[in-house]
T-cell receptor
Framework: KQEVTQIPAALSVPEGENLVLNCSFTDSAIYNLQWFRQDPGKGLTSLLLIQSSQREQTSGRLNASLDKSSGRSTLYIAASQPGDSATYLCAVSGYQLIWGAGTKLIIKP | DTAVSQTPKYLVTQMGNDKSIKCEQNLGHDTMYWYKQDSKKFLKIMFSYNNKELIINETVPNRFSPKSPDKAHLNLHINSLELGDSAVYFC?????????????FGPGTRLTVT
């Protein structure tokens, strides 16, 4: 049974720092992995999707990597800004999407 | 242009009532989903429909009944609401049924049962 873990559960850093969010999963038989952003009281915004055959995807200041064999993905945020404050969720796709519990990120001005 | 929309955005109701949440997608996708996000922010799939047919039905009380009148709509009806049903419900859609298709999410419906 697929399990997805996100560490840390919460992270607070000063503005301008580069940071890494971690996602691990127990079953490497996945189709893809997605990173989402959720703002308080709001919906889910898809940030990046990495297919199982890919190693990384980039969008602006965001870079997501995938190491399927070790069951790990990282989301790298460069030059963090207060507007990046949100909860970041990863989800792995087998027959269905299995979600991590998220990392709550706070960027301090 | 809204891709996946849900109504209502907020729903406050009393225990024992029956309520419905509606979802529509204009992406031309074949597959639609309902997810529940609990107070700990954990998302779990409830149902999935492909071309109006139920393909995923997780362990959900039978008070929850999804209905898909056509490929673009997937509604969720909840009977005899309980306090534990309070959560945010997300609708999503994807091009196909297999996991390698990206899912697109609606804004969520925050249900509060008092």
């Amino acid at each position: 049974k697929q399990e997805v873990t996100q560490i840390p559960a919460a992270l607070s850093v000063p503005e301008g720092e580069n940071l890494v969010l971690n996602c691990s999963f127990t079953d490497s038989a996945i189709y893809n992995l997605q990173w989402f952003r959720q703002d308080p009281g709001k919906g889910l915004t898809s940030l990046l999707l990495i297919q199982s055959s890919q190693r990384e995807q980039t969008s602006g200041r965001l870079n997501a990597s995938l190491d399927k064999s070790s069951g790990r993905s990282t989301l790298y945020i460069a030059a963090s800004q207060p507007g990046d404050s949100a909860t970041y969720l990863c989800a792995v796709s087998g027959y269905q999407l299995i979600w991590g519990a998220g990392t709550k990120l706070i960027i301090k001005p | 242009d809204t891709a996946v929309s849900q109504t209502p955005k907020y729903l406050v109701t009393q225990m024992g009532n029956d309520k419905s949440i509606k979802c529509e997608q204009n992406l031309g996708h074949d597959t639609m989903y309902w997810y529940k996000q609990d107070s700990k922010k954990f998302l779990k799939i409830m149902f999935s429909y492909n071309n109006k047919e139920l393909i995923i039905n997780e362990t959900v009380p039978n008070r929850f009944s999804p209905k898909s009148p056509d490929k673009a709509h997937l509604n969720l009806h909840i009977n005899s609401l309980e306090l534990g049903d309070s959560a945010v419900y997300f609708c999503a859609s994807s091009q196909g049924v297999r996991g390698h298709y990206e899912q697109y999410f609606g804004p969520g419906t925050r249900l509060t049962v008092t």
